[in-house]
């Protein structure tokens, strides 16, 4: 039977891991090529990196840190974050990466989905996708509105309409953030994700607000998410991959073993 | 030495580097020659059969890759390299290599499961091989593809995985062995079965 993933989100900025922490801002909070070794050896089952650097350097810095993760972890991982072009897409592909995610550059210009399975195939397009919740509306029906510039632009696109037609553009995957529920830690936002899991054929990664094991739990038996990405609540060590994975197991839950 | 036959597929460098990380000699190539004198073989891949196919008989790739099969050279499918050793794949309607008598078909859209099968999934042995040779039969391995192999002899079969329908992950032939999944990305039991076939003899 198929297991339900965990997948750990790594933000990295100029080749450090970093979270925004209320208040703060940004603190970097350790070595994303150690991190993702600690994480592999714990069980994680995929890894996401997220570039949010803005400058040139910086995603070279990004690439590097790509090459040295793809060396001693064994595991699927993707990236994304400021990935354009199909040039992008091949350097870090080559450096390692399983899949690319693209957001608001599929926004901008839903072909790079399309070219990027043209050239590298569906199962490594990931679309990466910020939903906001708004009234319903002629424009929005579902109630949902694709969102970018971490929630600050609303584009006027429906998010279950934005997830079929990428889908149909051959995106092998979604990546579904709420930036309603992202940095709550109070739960996923279970109504958009089951939506959008329900209405398309490729898996659905759900995204934004998890803060315990339960929040996992329900959306994966309450939304059916096939993957539930987790940050903060792994990276400041109130829970461990093996912590996260027994509770599941006993909700029933299939998940991997690591033996 | 393994060669890592390179027909201009995806994953080509994650299989090297798992082989490194292992110590093992290996080489991407698309040299016959080359592919001729090495020890062993893997034939790895991502996208899709026809494309592949294609640019397998363009680099005049099909007849050495049957001649290693054919000659007891150690020989490890993966993914799409284990699709296009069968003879024909629904995908692109494309002609294979004929190396283990089945199709590759697609899964059916009817099954209430999201396609591409992508994610963590457990093997049911049918019967032993070296290359499991140690794994915890708890084991998972990683998938990726929308196509699945289905060999014409329930002999060919090695293990079988459950996915709405139940599909052969891996086949084998006596020196030819092929996963569906990706073990250069399924973390200790799939460095070990990589091993494993950096050690195998070739002989079931």
Redesign the interface.
């Known amino acids: 039977?198929?297991?339900?993933?965990i997948i750990v989100c790594l933000d990295v900025r100029d080749g450090k891991t970093t979270k925004g922490v209320r208040f703060q801002g940004n603190v970097d909070i350790g070595d994303p090529v150690a991190m993702a070794r600690e994480y592999?050896e714990q069980?994680v089952?995929e890894l996401v990196f997220y570039d949010i650097t803005a400058s040139h350097e910086g995603r070279d810095i990004m690439i590097d840190v790509v090459d040295r993760v793809?060396?001693?972890i064994?595991?699927?991982f993707s990236v994304g974050g400021g990935i354009r072009t199909i040039d992008d897409m091949y350097r870090a592909?080559?450096a390692?990466a399983?899949k690319i995610s693209v957001n608001s550059a599929a926004v901008h210009n839903p072909d790079i989905i399309s070219l990027g399975a043209r050239h590298?195939?569906?199962?490594?397009i990931v679309l990466g996708m910020d939903a906001k919740k708004v009234p319903v509306s002629a424009s929005i029906h579902s109630g949902y509105e694709v969102v970018i510039n971490g929630g600050r632009t609303f584009t006027g696109m429906d998010a279950l309409q934005w997830a079929r037609k990428a889908q149909d553009l051959g995106a092998?995957?979604i990546c579904l953030n709420s930036i309603d529920a992202d940095g709550t830690s109070d739960g996923y936002e279970l109504e958009l994700t089951g939506m959008i899991s329900r209405s398309v054929?490729?898996?659905v990664i759900a995204s934004g607000g998890a803060g315990t094991p339960e929040h996992l739990r329900d959306v994966f038996l309450r939304a059916d998410a096939?993957?539930a990405l987790i940050a903060s609540m792994v990276h400041f060590g109130r829970y461990t991959i093996p912590g996260i994975k027994a509770f599941l197991k006993g909700a029933h839950i299939p998940v991997?073993?690591?033996? | 030495m393994i060669a890592i036959i390179d027909y201009r597929a995806g994953n080509l460098r994650s299989v090297e580097r798992a082989c490194r990380h292992l110590n093992l000699d290996c080489r991407i190539t698309s040299s016959p020659q080359e592919i001729r004198d090495a020890e062993r073989v893997i034939f790895p891949g991502v996208g899709a059969a026809g494309k592949a196919m294609e640019t397998i008989i363009s680099l005049r790739l099909d007849d050495v890759i049957r001649e290693v099969a054919d000659r007891g050279t150690p020989f490890l499918g993966i993914c799409l390299g284990t699709q296009i050793i069968l003879d024909q794949s629904r995908e692109d309607d494309a002609r294979c290599l004929g190396i283990i008598p089945g199709m590759v078909e697609r899964f059916p859209a009817t099954m209430g499961v999201k396609i591409p099968h992508m994610g963590w999934n457990t093997i049911e042995k049918r019967i032993d091989h070296p290359l499991l040779a140690g794994l915890d039969p708890r084991s998972q391995f990683y998938f990726v593809h929308s196509y699945y192999p289905k060999p014409l002899r329930e002999d060919d079969a090695v293990a079988y995985t459950f996915y709405g329908i139940r599909f052969a992950s891996m086949i084998a032939r006596d020196n030819v062995a092929a996963v569906q999944f990706h073990p250069e990305k399924s973390g200790r039991p799939g460095l070990d079965l990589i091993k494993n076939f950096s050690r195998w003899d070739g002989r079931a």
């Open positions: 039977m198929l297991s339900k993933r592999y069980g089952d793809a060396r001693e064994f595991i699927p592909l080559d390692g399983e590298f195939g569906s199962q490594c092998g995957e054929g490729i898996p096939d993957a991997r073993d690591v033996v």
